[in-house]
């Protein structure tokens, strides 16, 4: 009997404290919602509504609906036995932003991190599962969740009854994991005011093709015949698009990022067989990866340049380095007219399906990181 009282008695207290937070966890983020609106009216500053673009007027928009319902678990830690925990308190919290406008709080109280696969409501409601466990325990995920779908498990690595002025700031603006970056597309999508330009002009929706649609050879890729050895024509294959690109390969010194640019120029060559202008963003793609083999060639040389420099100008300094042999200049800023005119479009030009400048694009960007003219000039 009497242990069942002191039971009673510590089960009585512990309902009291998390009342008492939850009264406080109330009245906190009733002010942390009013210093977010004022910490975002500073940062936007006295400008009027038609100076702000659409996109900020959107999240103008977002912040003055707030507040919302707020889900909250007190995370207790011992950093005794967590040496990677910054702090012997951490808070997991959701924010319901389907429900603008509603101020509600749901305290789940005190819970020990060592302890958390005990709570079972907790688990289901913040979306815990073992995986999610190891991230806690790890202390480097800042948050988890769905932002296609308002749905978003902040993870804050100290006690925000403690720093209130320093969670205002994350909210808003930590560089991963605040409010304005994680749902950016559903801020807009909500907020932004767009025409609607489908219903204005009474626009239809493009088909959705099943996968065999998808995947017919494009019509004009027809033309493209091959001739055999006995002179029999026929059409060409994809295999014969994958055949004619897969001997152009870039050196072991090319950097990864020109690398995936140019992979990608690859790619799109070979899928010209299903939609023909392909080939022509496939030439676009080979003299950007072309560019960006200049480009990082001349940062690893010279250092990455303050201020924009010039296609031009980078060609230049190669060659005045040995990088790029002189006669070739020409050639290199053949690379950097095409790439303009495909860049700066008044209407699109179609290119053929051959790998002529897949060719000399990787012959090119070779060129300039063969370690053959290593002697660079002084």
Known sequence: MWRRRIIEKMKEKGRKEKMDLEREYFTY????????????RK???????DELSSGELAFRDAISSLPCPVSIIRLKIDITKHEKAKNNVYHLITYDFSNFGESSIKYYGEVDLDEIEKYRELLEDFNIDKQKIEWLRDFKTL???DPDQWYWVW????DILENAEEYVRDFLYHPTNSFLMIF????LQKF????????KYGLKNDPVLPLSELLKKDKRFSSSVKVDKSGRVREKTIEDLQKSICGIQLIPNVPEEVKKVFNGAKRLRIFGYFEYYFFT??????YLALESALRNRYNEIYGKPKNHISLYKVIQKLVKKGIIPKGETKAYDYGRYFRNVLSHLTEPSIMLPSSVTLERVAYQINQIYDRGNEEIKN
């Open 29 to 40: 983020f009733s002010e942390f919602f009013e210093n977010v609106k004022e910490q975002f």
């Open 43 to 49: 940062s936007v500053g006295l400008k009027e509504v």
């Open 143 to 145: 948050g988890y969740g």
């Open 155 to 158: 993870i804050i690595p100290y």
């Open 184 to 187: 950016e597309n559903k801020i």
């Open 192 to 199: 932004e005011r767009k025409i609607d330009y489908n219903s």
């Open 281 to 286: 963003i496939s030439e676009h793609y080979a």
